[in-house]
């Protein structure tokens, strides 16, 4: 009775804390469950920048940038061509090594009116769920611009009901000013907030554009991002491996995580002093100190 006792004026049971400890901890509950998490990103491959040995070898090519340590790859326009067949055999390549392909680089013609339905096709079976338009052809003016945001609207509207998006991804020319306004500007202003911008860093940096700003401008747009360095000099441009050219890194993944939607990053390289494969392992190993 006397344990008894001891336990009901503590407020305990056996096996508990007193009501003063639970209470001590309750007020404390929020300032532990309530602090952000950290997400980490997902890194993969541009496999343009490994264009010869994917020519020669899908297959080989496919599971050495996994073997690196690459969770995810996009394809870029060629795989337009391939049959669904085919596709399945890649997206079963994929799944075997764990990696995804979370998005492809196309020309126009994969987001017009009578190409979407192959692209469609071919990027749900390989997983994908962004179909980026990585060139839009002859452009005239700013007018021209806009109809390329309306040919971008027309594809996410198809795009959209079935859980896909459009996208579109910047060159040099893009954020050069034509006519007293960037196109990517026009692009950003005349499409739905769903179609993403997929930041080509060098390519920005080159044009004199501030890539942070970019995405700051552009919240929740920045869904995917193409890790490529550009240096100004001799022997530089984009010869420069990650890290050494002049883009801002470490304020542009702070940039692109707290406010572009930055989804996944995908490392690309048009060539280096080193072989493609080892530029590709190189520059993962450096995006990775990056990050630590």
């Known amino acids: 009775m006397k344990q008894s006792m001891t336990y009901r004026e503590n407020n305990l049971l056996p096996g508990s804390v007193s009501r003063r400890s639970f209470l001590g901890m309750a ?26 040995e994917l020519t020669k070898d899908l297959t080989g090519t496919v599971r050495a940038v ?47 009116p009578e190409g979407i339905d192959k692209a469609i096709e071919l990027n749900r079976i390989l997983g994908s769920k962004t179909i980026v338009m990585a060139g839009a052809g002859r452009v005239i003016g700013l007018d021209g611009w806009k109809g390329v945001a309306d040919r971008l609207t027309q594809a ?13 991804h910047n060159h040099k020319s893009e954020f050069v000013p034509l006519e007293g306004k960037r ?16 930041l080509d ?12 700003a970019w995405i700051k401008a552009n ?48 490392i690309e390289q048009e060539g280096s002093r080193f072989s493609a494969v080892e530029t590709a392992e190189r520059c993962l190993a450096t995006y990775k100190k990056m990050r630590a």
């Open 156 to 168: 996410s509207e198809k795009l959209k009901p079935l859980g896909m998006r459009a996208g579109f």
């Open 27 to 52: 007020a404390a509950a929020p300032l532990v469950f309530s602090a952000p998490v950290k997400t980490r990103v997902p890194v993969g491959i541009e496999l343009y920048s490994v264009r010869d």
């Open 201 to 212: 860093v060098g390519t920005c940096v080159e044009a004199g554009f501030d890539p942070v």
């Open 183 to 198: 196109p990517m500007e026009v692009l950003a202003a005349n499409t739905p907030k769903d179609v993403t911008l997929q």
């Open 66 to 112: 996994a073997k690196m340590g690459y969770e995810v790859v996009e394809f870029y326009s060629p795989y337009y061509e391939w049959t669904t067949a085919y596709a399945g055999e890649v997206r079963k390549l994929l799944d075997d090594l764990g990696i995804r392909c979370l998005s492809t680089h196309n020309g126009a013609n994969a987001l017009s």
């Open 219 to 266: 919240p929740g747009r920045i869904r995917s991002i193409h890790c490529k360095d550009w240096g100004a000099g001799e022997g530089k441009g984009y010869k420069v491996l990650l890290g050494e050219g002049d883009a801002p890194w470490k304020k542009i993944f702070e940039a692109a995580e707290k406010s572009g939607g930055v989804e996944f990053y995908l």
